[in-house]
């Protein structure tokens, strides 16, 4: 497998707050407090802060700002390079999507659950997993896994490095529990409306998360053969519980049959690069910025990818319950 990962970060950032203003100096404190705290109870607060710390933090919105910004015309003219063709050959649909950030100090990217030319589905490329913080309650840590095929390499390499706990989700295999830190659900993640369709079997992101108590996890690994997509395009910037770190296996073409409740790429046997472009636009949108991306050397159609989030929605981070007591 090739790895695309970064070694460092360029180190520049710049910063520009909004003033508030009002056209009647007498009115402008009142102004400015109705103003803020207008903000601070919309549903859409549009303030973003980075998530990840000190300099580091900083330099990562910045990249991925940049990132998202350039993406248009890094595709417009990543299509003219290849003769205009939505689905060049090999895996060279991927190259527009390219790492933005390299992994935070103290933290160094490295494969968690070897991949073996046998089982190639093990290891996921990662930042590194939670351990508690000393001298603090910790609130329940728990790694999700979403797809496993009875292939469970990846959770108990997760319990070998992380005292978390681990939940998979895989509604197509009756599953089995591996330890009292390991439960498996025979459910599926999908869409609101596909939940309410399939009860029983498909959840929604936001009822998973209820179901566990979490307010957030850690990490996700999704490996859901082209039905990563449907789930992608339920979450908002202000989705409940989502991940820190995503490990995902990206299908822009597979043998996986569309006639589900939940079609992978909603009936469409092949996503070209313009969807992916849209597909990793909305990441970038969600705060996510790559950090590695392997090709699948069995099927030219997939790639690995693994996020990290590093900016959100003002309230995710200065909300009560922002310290959390698991770190890296």
């Known amino acids: ?42 549903p859409h607060l549009p303030a973003r802060v980075h998530l ?7 330099e990562a919105v910045h990249n991925l700002s940049m990132w998202r910004s350039t993406l248009l015309s890094r595709v417009e003219q990543f299509m003219t390079d290849v003769g205009h063709s939505d689905h060049p050959g090999g895996h060279s649909r991927f190259d527009p999507f390219m790492p933005v950030v390299a992994c935070p100090p103290g933290r160094p990217l490295h494969m968690v659950g070897n991949a073996t030319p046998q089982d190639h589905d093990g290891g996921k490329w990662l930042c590194g997993l939670p351990q508690p913080r000393p001298g603090s ?84 690994k999704i490996d859901v053969e082209g039905y990563e997509f ?11 519980g989502l991940p820190e770190q995503i490990a995902m296996e990206i299908h822009s073409s597979n043998a996986a049959s569309d006639s589900s409740a939940n079609p992978p790429r909603w009936h469409r046997p092949e996503f070209g690069v313009r969807d992916l472009a849209l ?39 200065l909300g009560p319950n922002a310290a959390d007591p698991f770190r890296l």
């Not at 025979?186 to 079997?201: E, V």
């Open 1 to 42: 497998m090739r790895l695309r990962a970064l070694s460092r970060l360029p180190l520049l950032f710049g910063l520009a707050l909004p003033l508030l203003c009002s056209a009647n100096p007498q009115n402008q404190a009142a102004a400015d407090h109705a103003a803020l705290s207008a903000s601070w109870h919309a």
């Open 52 to 58: 990840q710390p000190g300099q580091y933090g900083l």
């Open 137 to 220: 309650e910790a609130r329940p840590c728990i790694i999700l896994s979403l797809g496993s095929n009875n292939n469970y390499v990846f959770e108990e390499a997760v319990m070998k490095e992380s005292p978390c706990r681990v939940v998979t989700l895989d509604c197509t295999v009756d599953g089995r529990n591996l330890s009292d830190r390991h439960t498996f659900h025979k459910l599926c993640i999908g869409s609101q409306d596909t939940a309410d369709k399939n009860p029983g079997l498909f959840v929604t992101y936001p009822q998973l998360t209820a179901k566990l108590g979490l307010e957030s996890s850690p990490l996700l």
């Open 230 to 240: 449907p789930v992608l395009s339920a979450w908002t910037e202000t989705t409940a």
């Open 279 to 317: 597909v990793f636009w909305h990441m970038a949108n969600l705060g996510y910025a790559i950090i590695s991306r392997e090709d699948n050397v069995w099927d030219n159609g997939v790639a690995e990818y693994s996020f990290l989030r590093v900016e959100a929605p003002a309230r995710f981070r």
